[in-house]
C-alpha cells in the first residue's frame, strides 16, 4: 500500500526504511537550494589549512565514499558470480575500470547495473561494510542491495522478512526476498521514498523537478567534507582572500572548539543519531538543525533504544546522551575523538595511541587511573581496559546475527549482568567470561565493587512503569518535567502518552496536566512540543485547556515552525499507531488535531485517509486524498494511494486515472505500472 | 658636656644611616638603603631599616591614633635619619587604616625592664595639661638641652631627628613625657635619643638635672600647645570615621598587619616578618618588561588585588620614588635592552576573539585572573599581561607555572601546543584596554588566613590554594566567590557533600570542575598535586563536611 510519506527517521544503513508512520509538512523544493553554491569543497579548505586537510584526507570521513575510481574498494569485483534462486549476479570489474553488477536472469535476460558511487570502506572496528549506488534514471542515488562486509570477506544483502542481513545462497530469491530490489532506497531526504537521509556523503539535497518530472540529486561529495562539520566556507574564503582580514572577527565561519556542550554534540548528531525529518526541504549546514530534525522525537515513535538507552536494534551514537559522562560531566564527542584525523585523545585534547587508551577516560576519572585498583584485572589484559567494560561493541541486533556488526555502547554503562540479560543485551562480562554465570558475573562485580551506582532516578522510574498499570502510579514514575535528562523524559513522556492519552478519554488527573503543562514550557523543543501534543490531543475538550493551549500557541516565537511540526508529527505518529491497534475513532481524532496545527501536510492527510479506509469510510478517504492531492498535485504516492482506495471500491477507472496521473510524476515506479498494466486487462 | 658628648655620638650614628658595604654600586646602595629586601626577600642587598623605623610594641601608648589614621592613609616623611627610606603609601582605605589603627592601639608594651617612673613624673597628669609659652620652652632648652641639635622646631635645628612642632597632634602627651624619662623604655636606643632628664640607678629613676619633671612638663606642655587646631580636625574625622564603622575590629587590624608585612620594616611585640609577601625579584628582568616596570614604581598599580598570596592583603606600596631612583632599582635588577617585543605582529581579530571565547567559557584562567571586566581577583589582571610580562615568561608560566615561578600557587592545565601558543599570542597582542584596577579592600574580604604555623597538610593547602573561592570553611564564600559566574562548591554542605563520592571529588580536583560540568573556572590540580595530596584533601572535604560519600561509590568499604 502506498502512503504519502515513508519513514522519516529513517537512519543510516537502516534496516527497515519503508513503514508509513509519520509526515512532514510543506513542499519539497523544486530545484537544488541556491545555499548549495555556498560550499566549496575540501580541496578548498587545503590551500590554508594543509594540516587540518592531510589529518581528515587519512581519517574515516575522508574515506567515507566517492566515484568507483577514487575510493580504496574492498569488496570483490572479481567476476565471482553471487548466485540467487532466480538470477546470478555477477560484481565485476571491466576492462574500463568501471564496476559493475551483470544480473542474469533465470529467463536468460541479461542486464548491466553500473555502479555510479561507492560508500564505506569497511572501516568500522566492529563490523565495516563497502556499499554501492547507481545513478536511477529518475535522477536519484539508489542504494544496491549487494553490500559487502570486510571481516567476514562476503557479500551480503538485507531480507525484505525481518529486515536482517544475510550471506547470499541459492536459497534466496532476488525479487522476492530482498528488502530492496528493485532498489528503492535512494540518497538523501526526499518523501515518500525509501532512504538513508542525507548522512552518507556531504551536503546531499534532492530535489524535484515539476518541469522535467523528475529528482536532482546534489551532493558536494560522498566524503564526509570538512564543511559538514563547519558549515558553508564561501563567505570565509572571500572574507579570508581580501587583505585586512586579519582585522575582522567575523571570517565567516564559527570555531568549534568554542561551542557549548550541547551545540558541539549538535555538530557530530547531524548524522551521528537517529532523527525524525521535520521538513522535506533539503538541510544544508548552516541551517537551524532543530528546524528540520529532531533527536528525541524517535524515542516517541520507534523506541530505538532499551529503557537505559541501549541500542535496542540498530542506531547511532545519540544515546551518549544517556550517560553519565553526558548528564553529569561535560562530554562531547571530540573530547575523545579527534574530529579531523578520527584518531583518540584526552579530554585536554592530548592526542592518543589508539582506541583503547585509557587515558580517554582516565582524563576525567582520574580516581580510577591508579593501577587494577578499579578494574581488579590484570594490568596488561583487555579486562583493564575501561572499554571493556563500560563501552563493549554490542551487535546491532537489528542486523541479525550472520555477520558482526558491532559498535561501542555509547551509554557508557556499568556492567549488570542480569538486567543486561533481561534487556537482552550481552553484558560486558559475558563479552570475556562466557564460560561463566550469571550468578558468578554478579558475585564478582559484588565482591570488588559492593552495592553499584543506583540508575538515573528517572530511568529507575521507567524500569518500575513497566510492570505498573495504575495511571496514578505511572504518572509520578514517568513524567519529571524537573528533571534534566532529556532521553528518559521524552521516554517518560511518551510512554505515558501512549498509554494514557487518547482524544476525548485521557486520564484525567489534575497532577497529569500540571505535569504536561509544565513540560509544554520546556526550553527543551521536543519535550515542549509533545507536551502540546498530548495537552491538544488528549485534554483539548477543556476550556482551560485550550486557552492555555492558545497562549503558548501565539507564543512560540522563532521556534513556531520547529514546534509546530514536532507537535503536528507527534499527533500524526500517535494517530498512526492508534490506527494500526485499530483504536480507529482515536485515530482518525488524532489526525485531525495534527491537521489542525499543520493543515497542509499532505503525510498526514495520507494517514488519515488509511484510517478512513481502515474504518470501512472510502468516501472520507477518497475525499481526504482529493484533498492532499490538491495540495501537492506532484506526489506520486497521494494518486497511487488513490488509486488503491478505488480499487478497493472497484471503480477501476478512476483507478487507471489515479495512478496514471501518479506515473506522470513517477514515470518509473515498478510497482504503480505493474498495477496500471493488471487494471487495463480487467 | 656629658650630655653633649652623648647627644654628638648619637648624631654621628645617625648621619651613617646606610651602613652597608662600600662594595655596593650606588644603585644596590639605594636599593639596600630602601630596603626592598624585607619584602623581596631574595634580594641580596640586606638592609638594616628595622632597627631605626619606629619600634610599634607601643604605639597604643605612643601615637595619636587620630594623626595615625590619617598617616597610614596620607604616609609623609616624619623621621629624616633612615636615609633614602621613607614610610610608602599602601593604598589604605578608611577602614583598612582604622583596623590598623585599632590593632596598633592595643600595642601597648616597653622595652626591657623599668623601675617605676619618677613620682612627680606620675602626677603630672593630675596637673597637666597645662601649656607652655614658646618663652617657657626656650629657657629650658637653654639650660642645657640640645634637642634641637637633631630636631628641627620652626625651621631651626638639626637635621636628622623629627620635627618637633607636629608633635603635638601626632603623639600622645603622657607617652613624650614617658619618652623624654627614658627613651630606651620604647626601643630607642640612648645612642640615637639620649635621656636628658633622669638615668637609673639602683633600679630608681635619679635626676640628671635639677627640675626634671618641670621641664619635661613645659617641653611637652608647650609641643602640645601647638596645632590644637589640626589636633582638633584630626580627631574630629577619625571619630567620625570610627562611629560610621561598626566592623573594624583590632583583630582585623592584626591579620592586615601581617597582611601587609609591616613587621618587615618595623619591630613590634606580637607578629613575625613574612617571608611570601612579595615576588622574588632575582629573575625579575626575565620576567616583565622594563618600561612596565619603570611605569609600576612610578606609580603602582594593583596587579594581584588581594594580595601576594591570595587574600593576605599584602600589596606594593607607592614609594613615591624619584625618576633617579626608578633608575637605580631597574639597574639592579639586570635589566637588559629590550628584546623582540612582544606587541610585534597581530593577531587576527578572530583568533581574539576564539581565545577571548576560550578564556571566558573553556578554560580556567578567569577563575583566578581578570580579563576585562571578567575573571576573578587572585592572580594578576591578564589584560595588562601585554604590557607587564616578558613573552617568553609569559609563555613559560602558561606552560608550567611552578616551572617558571617556583612560588606561584598557579596550577599547570594541560593544554596543546596550538592552544598554548594561542592563549600566550591573545594576552601578548589583544586589543582590550585595561580596566581600573583597585585593591580589594581587606575590611570586606577578611580572609586573614595565618597560615604561618599551618603543617604542610591538606588543611594548608586548602587554605592556600583553594579558600580563595570556596572560603575558609568550606562555605563557598571565599573573597574571590563573587567574582565568579557560578558559586563555588560549598564543602560545608553536608547534604550536597553526601551525593557526591570520593572519586567524583577526586577527578574534580584532578581534572577541573570543567568535567564534571560545573564552573571550568575550578582548575585542574593534577599535573601540580600529586595523587597522595589530592587524596588528602579529598579527606579534608569530608571533615569539611562531615560526611561521606553515598554507600555505593565506596566498593563496598566502610
Known amino acids: 500500500l502506498w502512503v504519502a510519506a515513508s519513514r522519516n527517521s529513517v537512519r543510516k544503513g537502516e534496516p527497515d526504511a519503508s513503514q508509513p508512520t509519520s509526515g512532514v509538512a510543506g513542499s519539497l523544493a523544486t530545484s537544488v537550494p541556491a545555499r548549495a553554491n555556498d560550499f566549496m569543497g575540501s580541496e578548498a579548505c587545503a590551500r590554508c589549512h594543509d594540516k587540518e586537510y592531510a589529518a581528515w584526507r587519512g581519517s574515516t570521513h575522508g574515506q567515507a565514499g566517492g566515484r568507483p575510481d577514487g575510493v580504496k574498494l574492498i569488496a570483490r569485483f572479481d567476476g565471482q558470480p553471487l548466485r540467487f534462486k532466480d538470477a546470478v549476479v555477477t560484481p565485476t570489474k571491466k576492462a574500463d575500470g568501471n564496476l559493475v553488477f551483470a544480473v542474469e536472469e533465470l529467463s536468460g535476460d541479461r542486464f548491466e547495473v553500473p555502479v555510479d558511487a561507492v560508500v564505506g570502506g569497511g572501516h568500522m572496528i566492529g563490523g565495516g561494510t563497502q556499499s554501492f549506488f547507481n545513478k536511477f534514471p529518475d535522477g536519484t542515488m539508489r542504494f544496491l542491495p549487494f553490500d559487502f562486509i570486510r571481516k567476514e570477506n562476503q557479500w551480503f544483502v538485507q531480507l525484505a522478512k525481518d529486515m536482517t542481513w544475510a550471506p547470499i545462497t541459492q536459497e534466496l530469491s532476488l525479487y522476492s526476498d530482498l528488502a530492496n530490489w528493485p532498489p528503492r532506497r535512494v540518497l538523501g531526504t526526499p518523501i515518500g521514498m525509501s532512504n538513508c537521509q542525507n548522512c552518507h556523503g556531504s551536503q546531499i539535497a534532492v530535489t524535484y523537478d515539476e518541469t522535467r518530472r523528475r529528482y536532482n540529486t546534489h551532493f558536494q561529495s560522498l566524503q564526509i567534507n570538512c564543511e559538514s562539520c563547519h558549515g558553508p566556507a564561501r563567505r570565509h574564503i572571500e572574507i579570508m582572500s581580501k587583505p585586512g582580514f586579519e582585522r575582522v572577527a567575523d571570517i565567516g565561519m564559527e570555531h568549534l572548539g568554542t561551542l557549548a556542550k550541547d551545540q558541539s554534540l549538535g555538530i557530530c548528531f547531524q548524522c551521528h543519531a537517529t532523527k525524525t525529518v521535520l521538513r522535506e526541504d533539503p538541510y544544508l549546514q548552516g541551517d537551524r538543525f532543530e528546524d528540520f530534525f529532531s533527536l528525541l522525537l524517535p524515542l516517541f515513535s520507534e523506541e530505538p533504544f532499551t529503557v537505559d538507552g541501549r541500542v535496542r536494534s540498530f542506531d547511532y551514537q545519540s544515546n551518549h546522551l544517556f550517560s553519565d559522562c553526558y548528564l553529569n560531566g561535560s562530554m562531547t564527542c571530540v573530547d575523545c575523538h579527534d574530529p579531523h584525523s578520527q584518531g583518540y585523545r584526552d579530554v585536554f585534547g592530548r592526542a592518543l595511541v589508539g582506541k583503547f587508551d585509557n587515558r580517554q577516560c582516565t582524563s576525567c576519572h582520574a580516581s580510577k587511573a591508579s593501577g587494577t585498583d578499579h578494574s581488579h584485572h590484570k594490568a596488561d589484559s583487555p579486562g583493564n581496559q575501561c572499554t571493556s567494560c563500560h563501552m563493549p561493541f554490542l551487535q546491532h541486533r537489528g542486523v541479525g546475527q550472520h555477520f558482526t556488526f558491532a559498535r561501542s555502547d555509547h551509554t557508557i554503562p556499568i556492567p549488570r549482568p542480569t538486567f543486561d540479560q533481561q534487556l537482552g543485551i550481552e553484558n560486558a562480562c559475558q563479552k570475556c567470561h562466557g564460560d561463566k554465570d550469571l550468578g558468578w558475573q554478579e558475585a564478582a562485580i559484588r565482591e570488588w565493587y559492593g552495592d553499584i551506582k543506583p540508575f538515573n532516578p528517572l530511568i529507575a522510574g521507567l524500569i518500575r512503569s513497566l510492570d505498573v498499570p495504575d495511571p496514578d502510579f505511572t504518572r509520578d514514575l514517568l513524567l519529571a518535567p524537573e528533571s534534566n535528562h532529556p532521553m528518559a523524559q521524552m521516554r517518560g513522556l511518551g510512554t505515558f502518552i501512549r498509554r494514557f492519552v487518547r482524544p476525548g478519554k485521557s486520564v484525567s488527573d489534575p497532577e497529569v496536566v500540571k505535569k504536561l503543562q509544565a513540560f509544554a514550557q520546556h526550553e527543551h523543543l521536543d519535550l515542549k512540543a509533545l507536551a502540546l501534543m498530548a495537552l491538544h490531543v488528549g485534554y483539548s475538550d477543556r476550556p482551560e485547556i485550550r486557552d492555555f493551549l492558545d497562549r503558548q500557541r501565539t507564543n512560540l516565537g522563532t521556534n513556531e515552525s520547529a514546534i509546530k511540526a514536532r507537535w503536528a508529527i507527534s499527533a500524526d505518529d500517535l494517530g498512526s499507531a492508534l490506527a494500526i491497534n485499530n483504536d480507529l475513532p482515536s485515530a482518525i481524532a488524532c489526525l485531525h488535531k495534527s491537521l489542525e496545527i499543520q493543515p497542509a501536510n499532505v503525510a498526514t492527510m495520507s494517514h488519515l485517509a488509511l484510517a478512513y479506509l481502515k474504518s470501512g469510510n472510502t468516501e472520507e478517504s477518497i475525499s481526504t486524498l482529493h484533498k492532499a492531492i490538491a495540495t501537492r498535485p506532484a506526489t506520486p504516492n497521494l494518486h497511487f494511494q488513490l488509486a488503491q482506495v478505488y480499487v478497493q471500491v472497484a471503480d477501476v477507472p478512476r483507478a487507471i486515472e489515479a495512478l496514471e496521473q501518479g506515473l506522470q510524476y513517477a514515470p518509473h515506479d515498478e510497482m504503480a505500472r505493474v498495477l496500471l498494466a493488471k487494471l487495463r486487462t480487467l | ?558
Open chain 2, 1 to 558: 658636656m656629658f650630655e653633649k658628648v652623648r647627644i654628638g655620638t648619637a648624631a654621628l650614628l645617625l648621619s651613617a644611616p646606610a651602613n652597608y658595604s662600600a662594595e655596593l654600586t650606588p644603585s644596590q646602595q639605594f636599593v639596600a638603603e630602601a630596603a626592598c629586601v624585607n619584602c623581596h626577600t631574595t634580594l641580596p642587598q640586606k638592609s638594616t631599616l628595622r632597627e631605626r623605623t619606629p619600634d610599634l610594641s607601643s604605639a597604643g601608648l605612643r601615637y595619636n591614633a587620630a594623626w595615625l589614621f590619617e598617616f597610614l592613609q596620607n604616609p609623609a616623611k616624619i623621621r629624616r635619619h633612615l636615609g633614602r627610606a621613607r614610610m610608602p603609601n599602601f593604598h589604605l582605605n578608611e577602614g583598612e587604616a582604622l583596623a590598623l589603627v585599632e590593632f596598633l592601639g592595643t600595642q601597648k608594651q616597653t622595652t626591657g625592664n623599668w623601675p617605676e617612673l619618677p613620682t612627680p613624673i606620675q602626677q603630672l597628669p593630675a596637673t597637666a595639661p597645662r601649656s607652655a609659652s614658646a618663652a617657657e620652652f626656650e629657657s629650658v632648652l637653654a639650660r642645657g638641652h640640645i634637642c634641637l641639635t637633631c630636631h628641627t622646631m620652626g625651621g631651626k635645628g638639626g637635621a636628622i631627628g623629627v620635627e618637633l612642632s607636629n608633635v603635638g597632634f601626632r603623639l600622645q602627651r603622657d607617652w613624650v613625657r614617658q619618652y623624654l624619662v627614658a627613651p630606651a623604655m620604647y626601643g630607642v636606643p640612648h645612642t640615637t635619643m639620649p635621656a636628658q632628664f633622669y638615668v637609673v640607678t639602683n633600679e630608681h629613676f635619679e635626676p640628671l638635672v635639677p627640675d626634671p619633671a618641670d621641664r619635661i612638663g613645659i617641653i611637652a606642655g608647650h609641643l602640645f600647645s601647638l596645632n590644637v587646631e589640626k589636633r582638633r580636625a584630626l580627631e574630629d574625622h577619625f571619630n567620625r570615621a570610627r562611629q560610621s564603622a561598626t566592623n573594624i575590629t583590632a583583630d582585623l587590624g592584626r591579620a592586615l598587619f601581617v597582611g601587609l608585612n609591616c613587621a618587615a620594616c618595623h619591630r613590634n611585640a606580637l607578629t613575625p616578618q613574612a617571608t611570601d609577601a612579595a615576588p622574588d625579584l632575582t629573575q625579575e628582568a626575565s620576567r616583565v618588561k622594563r618600561t612596565w616596570l619603570e611605569r609600576y614604581l612610578r606609580k603602582p598599580v594593583p596587579i594581584r588585588p588581594a594580595g601576594f598570596q591570595p587574600g593576605s592583603g599584602s600589596r606594593m606600596p607607592d614609594f613615591r620614588l624619584s625618576d633617579a631612583e626608578i633608575g637605580e632599582v631597574v639597574a639592579v635588577l639586570a635589566f637588559e635592552p629590550p628584546k623582540r617585543d612582544g606587541q610585534q605582529g597581530v593577531i587576527s581579530a578572530f583568533a581574539q576573539h576564539k581565545a577571548r571565547t576560550l578564556l571566558a567559557d573553556k578554560l580556567s584562567c578567569l577563575g583566578c585572573h581578570r580579563f576585562g571586566e571578567k575573571g576573578g581577583r587572585i592572580g594578576p589582571d591578564l589584560t595588562t599581561a601585554r604590557d607587564r610580562l616578558q613573552p617568553d615568561y609569559l609563555l613559560q608560566m602558561i606552560q608550567n607555572p611552578r616551572g617558571a615561578n617556583p612560588h606561584a600557587i598557579m596550577p599547570r592545565v594541560p593544554m596543546t601546543p596550538q592552544l598554548l601558543h594561542l592563549i600566550t599570542d591573545f594576552l601578548l597582542r589583544h586589543d582590550q584596554s585595561p580596566s581600573a584596577s583597585s585593591y580589594l579592600s581587606f575590611v570586606d574580604h577578611p580572609l586573614g588566613v595565618d597560615m604561618a604555623d599551618a603543617p604542610q597538610d591538606a588543611r594548608y593547602s586548602y587554605l592556600r590554594q583553594c579558600t580563595p573561592c570556596h572560603g575558609s570553611n568550606g562555605d563557598g564564600n571565599g573573597f574571590n566567590a563573587r567574582y565568579l559566574p557560578r558559586k563555588p562548591t560549598v564543602h560545608a554542605d553536608n547534604d550536597y557533600m553526601s551525593r557526591r563520592p570520593d572519586d567524583t571529588l577526586f577527578d574534580g580536583i584532578y581534572s577541573g570542575a570543567g568535567i564534571l560540568s560545573k564552573s571550568p573556572y575550578m582548575p585542574p590540580w593534577g599535573e601540580t598535586l600529586s595523587r597522595e595530596e589530592i587524596t588528602a584533601m579529598v579527606h579534608h572535604l569530608r571533615e569539611l563536611c562531615r560526611c561521606d560519600g553515598p554507600a555505593w561509590s565506596r566498593d563496598g568499604k566502610r
